[in-house]
């Protein structure tokens, strides 16, 4: 084949070599063993995982609501952005009150954010709303053991409030029309969705743990039939003996 024909189809030959080869694998990223483990379950090491994830999602949420809303994070007094947004973190992981909000935390904290003549950070008081919610859910700790556990239809409501703190975030507006706190862009410099998708994978962690959790507690019947029936039959019916005597013969 003549040289320039090689050098003509090279790049077509290196295009087809780029697609043939496997794609980049995503990272899971799980967690080292400990010792506490030995005290969780299956859900609750779901449940640990979606906690720490929703944290990281709230951390990530609140740097970018700083970033599209410096004003904000300035009513803190905090002298940079990364003090106002580890204040408000510190408080939700510590279960700590958090300036400017009394002793609201929750959905209190939540519905103060959108509230009209609410002049204080709406960015903080929303992410310490939602993050203090997660802590209410989960009992006042971050970590499900054997002992513990979710509450279905709690985590299905919990689902349900950050959709609605979702929704208020894009759609509630000062009396200037304007919105409260700038999030989701969508303009002719182009279109910027990441709250949306930051908040939706939080709902669904959610959700799935309110069907996981809903699921377990009939499958906790279920395994237990199941393992009777799979269990070998002399080995849990045995004959009981009448008295002490007839006792020690069976057992000679």
């Known amino acids: 084949m003549p040289l320039r024909y090689l050098v003509l189809c ?13 794609p980049v694998k995503k990272d899971v990223d799980g967690q080292d063993f400990h010792s506490g483990q030995l005290l969780q379950n299956d859900a609750n090491r779901a449940a640990n995982l ?13 740097d970018k609501l700083y970033k599209r809303n410096p ?12 003090a106002a947004h ?14 400017g909000l009394g002793e609201r935390k929750s959905i209190a904290a939540m519905s103060l954010a959108f509230a009209p003549d609410f002049e204080g950070d709406r960015a903080g008081a929303l992410i ?9 859910l989960y009992g006042g700790t971050d970590t499900q053991h054997l002992l513990s556990g979710l509450n279905s239809q709690m985590t299905a409501n919990a689902a349900w409030n950050i959709e609605v703190a979702a929704w208020l975030l894009a759609s509630r507006t000062n009396e200037q029309g304007q919105p409260l706190l700038l999030s989701n862009e969508i303009s002719e410099a182009g279109r910027n969705l990441s709250f949306e998708r930051e908040f939706g994978r939080m709902i669904g962690r959610l959700e799935l743990l309110a069907q996981m959790t809903h699921e377990s507690l009939r499958r906790s019947g279920i395994n237990y039939v199941q393992g009777i029936l799979a269990a070998p ?14 006792a020690a013969t069976t057992a000679q």
């Open 233 to 246: 039959i002399i080995g849990l019916v045995q004959f009981i003996p009448l008295d002490a005597a007839s």
């Open 128 to 136: 310490y709303g939602i993050g203090s919610m997660l802590f209410e």
């Open 71 to 82: 004003r904000e994070w300035k009513k803190t007094g905090a002298a940079t952005l990364e």
């Open 50 to 62: 979606a906690m720490r994830d929703n944290l990281e999602s709230l951390s990530l949420l609140l």
């Open 10 to 22: 090279f790049p077509a030959l290196a295009l087809l070599a780029a697609c043939s080869s496997p």
């Open 86 to 99: 580890g204040k408000v973190m510190k408080a939700i992981t510590e279960q700590q009150p958090l300036p």
